[in-house]
Nanobody, 126 residues
Framework: QVQLVESGGGLVQAGGSLRLSCAAS????????MGWFRQAPGKERAFVAG????????VYADSLKGRFTISKDLLKNTLYLQMNSLNPEDTAVYFC???????????????????WGKGTLVTVSS
């Protein structure tokens, strides 16, 4: 199994930036495709970004392209989400997730993920 712990959330003003981290422990980080999802108040959990096990293959939600960047450090077993130009609509609990997939595949659905963190709250004030 894999244990995932998110950090880096908090309160930020509109236009600001935050970097979320997700520390993984348990099985090797490289065994899994990784991703970020978010759940805004009163809404369903939605895909944000994903990154393949190997290589540079990344996928983003269309509305977030250009503002968010997903990356990972295999040596540190850590996943990151750099979020820029934040706006109040980005307010949500952000979840890190891991799923079993082929080396260059990216999972964009909740059902495809096997492990989840507990989430970190991001609040963007106007």
């Amino acid at each position: 199994q894999v244990q995932l712990v998110e950090s880096g959330g908090g309160l930020v003003q509109a236009g600001g930036s935050l970097r979320l981290s997700c520390a993984a422990s348990g099985r090797p980080f490289s065994n899994y495709t990784m991703g970020w999802f978010r759940q805004a108040p009163g809404k369903e959990r939605a895909f944000v970004a994903g990154i393949a096990r190997f290589g540079d293959n990344t996928v983003y939600a269309d509305s977030l392209k250009g503002r968010f960047t997903i990356s990972k450090d295999l040596l540190k077993n850590t996943l990151y989400l750099q979020m820029n130009s934040l706006n109040p609509e980005d307010t949500a609990v952000y979840f890190c997730a891991a799923g079993a997939a082929s080396p260059r595949a990216v999972i964009t659905t909740q059902g495809g993920m096997n492990y989840w963190g507990k989430g970190t709250l991001v609040t963007v004030s106007s």
